[in-house]
């Protein structure tokens, strides 16, 4: 396969030359036109590879004239940025070689275009015709319908809100067996398992149940974790305890815990407690052995909940337990999940001439609920034509061998029917660890980064990212993690078996390399697993290793190299011969020695401790993560040199002091992520004022660069976030803030108590802005027509607000979140009015500690849906207006008197209109 690699090339070509076509000096004024022929005759050859694939199953001499492109692609790749490296890289010697170096790589291109005129040339006599609208991103499947790429992007649909369980057929006769399992109080049941094969709806069954009210208000508390293959005792045991230890599951206290340690900590966490774990996806009996000591059983009716594909697993972990096996669809149940996902209105909807098709493409599914759903999104992208759909039907049909084989058949149908772009998007997800909560942002910036998507009309890289994003989505080869309570997703994560495709389409197109376990010698081998190795253009380290010497053997052709093992970079002795104090060098220092056209780094979690200097010869990276890599004092000045770099996230390095003033060379940069919670390094001193194409910047430190034209000039910013701000920086921000039209989120942070904000704050002229946080004094809150008037999410702390400013608030029209934090409101009395928050979702407060009473008129907040009460120790009940709120379905309590839940549970919640599930870190066991 071919369509990959060649999509990735043209993209990465049509970026360059458009990036070098407002450069003042560009190194490709020598071949430019030369660069421009070979993106153009790639992109010609795209038009082909789509037919030319599907025609060398069987066909030896069309799969050798596939790999040829490839080849050519990869080629092209490796002169064009090699040539742009040493361009880039000004030293003198260079820059008198730079008519020498022109010349030759003026030459190679020569021959590349040579070798694609007479792979061309060879094409006719191979039968292969030119298929749908592949060039330029390609309409993907081969329907016909003529959509041109553009186009099928402008009408992907923009799927949010989003629910974990939209389109899932509810099997009520299994959820109910597994429901009273859970709750029942008998204390010879600890385990309740649910078995079947991959693609079966263990683990969507297995939410529904954690999801449930019921669930929900029967435990003191519960716990996810995914366990995979890829079982690590210590990340489980984590996983557990941030869920049920609000105060101490922490991972920088958690990291610190020997794994023995830390199954102690979790029994004595769930010791009194009546708990409810859930282990998702256990594939192996010493994976209980090695976690069933940390669950005890004083607690009559906690229970462990267990998926797995091995009935001897789930006999294992409790003999005596009676193992729910799963059922398959019956015709009727997959016909409906299909037309629940191809069509808008179900089964309803589906014209007649199509339903027997789709009949005759569930039986071909076999009842698995994974199969249905994933032809159900592909056909939701087809034309709704019985020739479209037969094509679907006949693909399917073409080989069954067995259930396993089956599913992997239209999974990749399914793949295979994806864009070029969006292919290389997917097989992206592979890079992550199994059963990872993949952050959307993060991924959308990963993305961007590796240049694989197409420029669209004046919209942004990331709103293209988006957008693509959406369509995996809708197309169900991605799902839904977590949402935020805006309805945005949050995380994604990808089903195992489509995890396993990815990575094997991944390998076929060298598009990456997984790196797992024991990798000495990896240089060496069979020739096929060292062509892997070194022709791979994206590496993903999963595991520690006693040295690195092996990356040596990627770093030419490496593009990304992502890490996930939590590595330390510890010292290595190297150099006997030279001073003492030249000796030593890090393990990972390789990478900034040797990485030269690496666009991707990221370190996250890795202990880097110090960067070197080389770091400033990565001069192609776009993205560097160096989150929780435990950094100290200061990053070296080269770091200047990254001027290509989009993405800099130094969140969590607790132990940086100082960032060097040179960011400003980083005229490429989007991102610039410096959150730390307990001692930020300080960043105020700092020169942006070259920073245009900045849209993130959610905090740093008030300084001059606010009024030395800094802010001004960012006019592409969409998230904003000052600490540390004196009264009269302030009026600077708010002025400048209405001139950035693109900015959506705005949060500022007063430096001292002393300080207040203007009583006009003209927020009014910040149009776009949907989120607002404010933390200091507010003397006078401005009336609702100085608010935004988009304003969705709004909070404040410390704001000292007068009883008054509770009606202001209740009028704002939009407004769907409120976050009332620690010295926002020091009233002991509060009112919510009737028809107040007419549009209020989601309600936080937060640490109000002279709030005694609180009262809810009828009518106010009708359309609440999540309530947080955390630490508002005073407050002595809920409203009684609260309990005929027919929309809210969860409230959460956090640090509240015993009293207080126990009220709430035994005399309030029988009240309430509707069943709320209730969620608490309080131990209500002293009155039980």
């Given at each position: 396969m071919a369509e990959v690699a060649v999509s990735t090339v043209v993209t990465k070509l049509s970026q360059l030359l458009l990036e070098q076509a407002t450069a003042a000096v560009s190194?490709?004024?020598?071949?430019?036109?030369?660069?421009?022929?070979?993106?153009?005759?790639?992109?010609?050859?795209?038009?082909?590879?789509?037919?030319?694939?599907?025609?060398?199953?069987?066909?030896?001499?069309?799969?050798?004239?596939?790999?040829?492109?490839?080849?050519?692609?990869?080629?092209?790749?490796?002169?064009?940025?090699?040539?742009?490296?040493?361009?880039?890289?000004?030293?003198?010697?260079?820059?008198?070689?730079?008519?020498?170096?022109?010349?030759?790589?003026?030459?190679?291109?020569?021959?590349?275009?040579?070798?694609?005129?007479?792979?061309?040339?060879?094409?006719?006599?191979?039968?292969?015709?030119?298929s749908g609208d592949s060039r330029g991103g390609g309409s993907g499947g081969?329907?016909?319908?003529?959509?041109?790429?553009?186009?099928?992007?402008?009408?992907?649909?923009?799927?949010?809100?989003?629910?974990?369980?939209?389109?899932?057929?509810?099997?009520?006769?299994?959820?109910?067996?597994?429901?009273?399992?859970?709750?029942?109080?008998?204390?010879?049941?600890?385990?309740?398992?649910?078995?079947?094969?991959?693609?079966?709806?263990?683990?969507?069954?297995?939410?529904?149940?954690?999801?449930?009210?019921?669930?929900?208000?029967?435990f003191e508390c519960k716990a996810w974790v995914y366990v995979s293959k890829e079982y690590r005792r210590r990340d489980v045991l984590q996983g557990i305890l941030r869920d049920v230890d609000a105060l101490g599951g922490r991972d920088e206290v958690l990291d610190r815990l020997p794994e023995e340690e830390l199954v102690n900590k979790l029994r004595n966490v769930l010791a009194e407690k009546r708990y409810l774990v859930v282990l998702d996806d256990i594939w192996g009996m010493e994976v209980w052995d090695g976690l069933k000591s940390a669950f005890p059983r004083r607690k009559v009716g906690s229970r462990i909940m267990l998926t797995t594909r091995n009935w001897e697993v789930a006999l294992h972990a409790d003999a005596r337990s009676d193992p729910h096996q799963l059922r398959a669809l019956t015709r009727d149940e997959g016909f409906m999940l299909l037309c629940?996902?191809?069509?808008?209105?179900?089964?309803?909807?589906?014209?007649?001439?199509?339903?027997?098709?789709?009949?005759?493409?569930?039986?071909?599914?076999?009842?698995?609920?994974?199969?249905?759903?994933?032809?159900?999104?592909?056909?939701?992208?087809?034309?709704?034509?019985?020739?479209?759909?037969?094509?679907?039907?006949?693909?399917?049909?073409?080989?069954?061998?067995?259930?396993?084989?089956?599913?992997?058949?239209?999974?990749?149908?399914?793949?295979?029917?994806?864009?070029?772009?969006?292919?290389?998007?997917?097989?992206?997800?592979?890079?992550?660890?199994?059963?990872?909560?993949?952050?959307?942002?993060?991924l959308i910036r990963l993305w961007v980064a590796e240049g694989l998507l197409p420029q669209?009309?004046?919209?942004?890289?990331?709103?293209?990212?988006?957008?693509?994003?959406?369509?995996?989505?809708?197309?169900?080869?991605?799902?839904?993690?977590?949402?935020?309570?805006?309805?945005?997703?949050?995380?994604?994560?990808?089903?195992?078996?489509?995890?396993?495709?990815?990575?094997?389409?991944?390998?076929?197109?060298?598009?990456?390399?997984?790196?797992?376990?024991?990798?000495?010698?990896?240089?060496?081998?069979?020739?096929?697993?060292?062509?892997?190795?070194?022709?791979?253009?994206?590496?993903?380290?999963?595991?520690?290793?006693?040295?690195?010497?092996?990356?040596?053997?990627?770093?030419?052709?490496?593009?990304?190299?992502?890490?996930?093992?939590?590595?330390?970079?510890?010292?290595?002795?190297?150099?006997?011969?030279?001073?003492?104090?030249?000796?030593?060098?890090?393990?990972?220092?390789?990478?900034?020695?040797?990485?030269?056209?690496?666009?991707?780094?990221?370190?996250?979690?890795?202990?880097?401790?110090?960067?070197?200097?080389?770091?400033?010869?990565?001069?192609?990276?776009?993205?560097?993560?160096l989150r929780k890599t435990n950094l100290e004092e200061e990053l070296p000045p080269s770091i200047g040199n990254l001027q290509n770099l989009q993405t800099l996230d130094l969140r969590y390095c607790c132990f940086l002091k100082k960032i060097p003033n040179v960011i400003w060379k980083m005229v490429s940069l989007r991102h610039l992520l410096l959150y730390t919670p307990f001692d930020s390094p300080d960043s105020g001193h700092l020169r942006l004022d070259t920073l245009t194409n900045l849209q993130s910047l959610p905090y740093i430190e008030a300084g001059n660069w606010i009024e030395d034209g800094g802010l001004a000039n960012m006019s592409s910013l969409r998230k904003l976030g000052i600490y540390g701000l004196s009264g009269n920086m302030v009026n600077s921000v708010l002025s400048t803030a209405q001139r950035l039209c693109d900015l959506r989120s705005l949060s500022l942070s007063l430096q001292s108590e002393e300080d207040e904000f203007p009583i006009f704050m003209q927020l009014s002229q910040c149009t776009h802005l949907q989120k607002l946080s404010l933390n200091g004094k507010i003397k006078k809150l401005p009336d609702p027509r100085d608010f935004p008037r988009n304003l969705l999410k709004l909070t404040l702390h410390n704001s000292h607000l007068q009883k008054e400013s509770i009606a202001k608030l209740e009028r704002l029209p939009n407004l769907k979140m409120l976050t009332l934090?620690?010295?926002?409101?020091?009233?002991?009395?509060?009112?919510?009015?009737?028809?107040?928050?007419?549009?209020?979702?989601?309600?936080?407060?937060?640490?109000?500690?002279?709030?005694?009473?609180?009262?809810?008129?009828?009518?106010?907040?009708?359309?609440?849906?999540?309530?947080?009460?955390?630490?508002?120790?005073?407050?002595?009940?809920?409203?009684?207006?609260?309990?005929?709120?027919?929309?809210?379905?969860?409230?959460?309590?956090t640090g509240m008197p015993v009293d207080f839940e126990h009220r709430i549970r035994t005399t309030d919640l029988p009240k309430f209109r509707n069943t709320l599930a209730i969620e608490s870190t309080t131990d209500i066991l002293a009155i039980d």
């Open positions: 190194p490709l004024a020598g071949v430019r036109s030369q660069v421009e022929s070979l993106k153009n005759e790639l992109g010609w050859m795209q038009c082909f590879l789509r037919d030319a694939e599907a025609k060398q199953e069987g066909n030896e001499r069309v799969r050798m004239w596939v790999s040829e492109i490839r080849e050519l692609a990869f080629e092209t790749e490796q002169v064009i940025e090699t040539f742009m490296y040493r361009a880039t890289m000004q030293t003198n010697t260079n820059r008198v070689l730079k008519p020498l170096h022109l010349y030759k790589v003026g030459r190679r291109i020569d021959k590349i275009l040579s070798k694609i005129k007479e792979i061309s040339d060879r094409r006719e006599n191979y039968g292969v015709v030119m081969g329907s016909g319908s003529g959509i041109s790429s553009s186009e099928r992007l402008r009408h992907w649909r923009q799927p949010s809100p989003y629910s974990e369980e939209e389109c899932v057929i509810e099997l009520e006769d299994d959820f109910d067996l597994v429901l009273n399992q859970l709750i029942a109080l008998e204390s010879t049941r600890h385990v309740v398992s649910i078995v079947g094969m991959g693609g079966l709806g263990k683990t969507t069954l297995a939410k529904r149940l954690y999801n449930h009210t019921g669930i929900a208000n029967h629940n996902k191809a069509f808008h209105g179900g089964a309803n909807s589906i014209p007649l001439e199509l339903e027997n098709l789709a009949r005759e493409i569930v039986v071909k599914c076999g009842g698995l609920p994974l199969a249905v759903v994933v032809v159900g999104g592909l056909l939701s992208r087809k034309l709704k034509s019985s020739g479209e759909w037969g094509g679907v039907l006949q693909n399917i049909s073409r080989h069954l061998p067995d259930e396993e084989e089956k599913i992997r058949r239209i999974l990749a149908l399914s793949y295979s029917d994806l864009p070029p772009p969006l292919k290389s998007c997917f097989l992206y997800l592979a890079l992550f660890p199994v059963g990872m909560n993949i952050h959307t942002k993060k669209e009309g004046g919209e942004t890289a990331e709103g293209v990212a988006q957008k693509y994003l959406n369509e995996l989505i809708g197309r169900c080869m991605i799902q839904v993690g977590t949402v935020t309570s805006l309805g945005r997703v949050k995380t994604i994560r990808i089903h195992d078996l489509l995890r396993e495709l990815s990575v094997s389409k991944g390998k076929e197109e060298y598009f990456l390399k997984i790196f797992l376990g024991d990798m000495a010698g990896s240089g060496s081998g069979s020739g096929s697993s060292t062509s892997q190795l070194t022709r791979s253009r994206r590496h993903s380290i999963h595991s520690c290793h006693d040295r690195y010497d092996f990356l040596k053997h990627i770093a030419d052709h490496s593009r990304s190299l992502l890490f996930f093992n939590r590595e330390y970079n510890a010292d290595v002795v190297s150099k006997i011969w030279l001073p003492l104090n030249f000796r030593q060098e890090k393990k990972l220092d390789l990478i900034f020695g040797k990485f030269k056209l690496l666009r991707v780094l990221e370190l996250d979690g890795v202990r880097v401790v110090s960067l070197p200097s080389t770091i400033g010869d990565l001069i192609q990276l776009r993205y560097l993560g934090g620690e010295g926002a409101y020091n009233w002991p009395e509060l009112s919510f009015n009737a028809e107040g928050f007419s549009q209020l979702r989601v309600l936080r407060l937060v640490l109000l500690k002279e709030l005694e009473e609180w009262t809810v008129q009828e009518k106010a907040m009708r359309s609440l849906e999540y309530m947080v009460i955390d630490r508002c120790e005073r407050l002595k009940k809920i409203p009684e207006g609260l309990k005929d709120i027919t929309s809210l379905k969860k409230l959460k309590i």
